[in-house]
């Protein structure tokens, strides 16, 4: 017996290394990691665990891909979930409302010149709904719809639906380089204003309040404060800009504007009242040409606002009756020559 058990021994361990050798190449392969968590085999499913899910981002006993839970809804919360992504979505696609400095405006742009690189663009905003414009202005932007231009005026006497107030912002573009910008506030320059040359140098560079240079003079009526006299602009010392004087009463005496220290353009006298201008006076175009001692009498204008005398057009009536105010009624004046007002002296400005 002794003997057989003896015998025995290498049987067993040589079935055990067979069993082992048989199941070593099993537990030396690869196992594939699926994200079916489903075994075919129940006995191999504790074996088999995906350890790229979790409890929490299974539902149903399977995996999912995404992050977000998913809840049973009812049809009524489905609908009201449905009506929250419509708003949310009509929200989103709904223009802001253009506003500046507190006002409701409209944008567009006007071109002039020649089509291609030469033409010229303006793009601006102007005021939804009118207002009542400041009469110390020195001059009113605004933006004409019949004509497309912008228009740069004193005042305007009869309304006008065409006339539209600038206000917003401002940039004039050639050939897709800027060439002026700047803002508009209720018709009248604001905030910095820059011009550019065609190669985007900078050329100028002025800051307006209300349409007056920061850097003017302006006298008052009285030590209140309240009305204003006269507005000399200056920049950088050197007289440039819109000059306006005013009577006691508020009425406009004269308009005019400097270039490099000189009246350039035409230069208005008013009759002072209702805004009503009396003589138009011409000066040279720029400050840099030949400066013009005595201005040139270029208009005229009753005290009706009738042109009564135009050079261009070759008009002159002056000396005749003027037309009549009511029905009846005749005035007669005494046929005489006005006499020509030169525009005030402005003394420069001391440093």
Not at 60 to 75: H, I
């Amino acid at each position: 017996m002794r003997n057989s058990r003896l015998w025995l021994r290498p049987l067993r361990l040589l079935f055990v290394a067979l069993g082992l050798f048989t199941l070593l190449p099993w537990a030396c392969t690869r196992k594939t990691v699926s994200f079916n968590s489903n075994p075919e085999q129940p006995a191999l499913a504790m074996l088999e665990v995906d350890t790229l899910t979790r409890t929490a981002d299974t539902l149903g006993g399977k995996p999912s891909l995404s992050t977000a839970r998913k809840a049973g809804l009812t049809k009524e919360q489905e609908k009201a979930a449905k009506d929250a992504d419509k708003d949310a979505q009509r929200k989103a696609k709904k223009k802001k409302k253009n506003v500046f400095l507190g006002e409701k405006i409209k944008k567009a742009f006007t071109k002039t010149g020649p089509k291609g690189r030469n033409q010229i663009v303006e793009i601006f905003y102007f005021l939804k709904y009118p207002k009542t414009l400041n009469t110390y202005a020195p001059a009113h932007y605004y933006h004409d719809t019949k004509k497309h231009k912008v228009l740069k005026l004193a005042a305007v006497e009869e309304e006008a639906p065409e006339l539209k107030i600038m206000h917003g912002p401002y940039k004039k573009l050639q050939n897709n380089k800027v060439l002026e910008t700047g803002y508009y506030a209720l018709g009248t320059k604001h905030l910095r204003w820059e011009r550019f040359d065609k190669n985007g140098v900078l050329l100028s560079k002025i800051h307006y309040e209300m349409g007056f240079p920061r850097d003017a003079n302006v006298s008052y009526y009285g030590e209140d404060r309240s009305l204003i006299n006269e507005v000399v602009p200056y920049v950088n010392g050197k007289l440039e800009g819109d000059y306006a004087k005013f009577l006691i009463n508020g009425q406009p005496d004269w308009r005019g504007q400097f270039d490099n220290g000189r009246r350039i353009g035409v230069w208005t006298k008013y009759w002072g009242f209702r805004g009503r201008r009396h003589y138009e006076y011409q000066y040279a175009e720029s400050g840099y040409d030949p400066e013009v001692s005595e201005p040139e009498l270029i208009r005229e204008y009753n005290r009706n606002a009738t042109l009564i005398y135009d050079k261009e057009k070759n008009i002159d009536k002056r000396g005749q009756p003027e037309a009549e105010d009511r029905p009846g009624q005749r005035r007669a004046i005494v046929p005489s020559r006005p006499v020509r007002k030169a525009a005030p002296k402005v003394a420069p400005k001391r440093r």
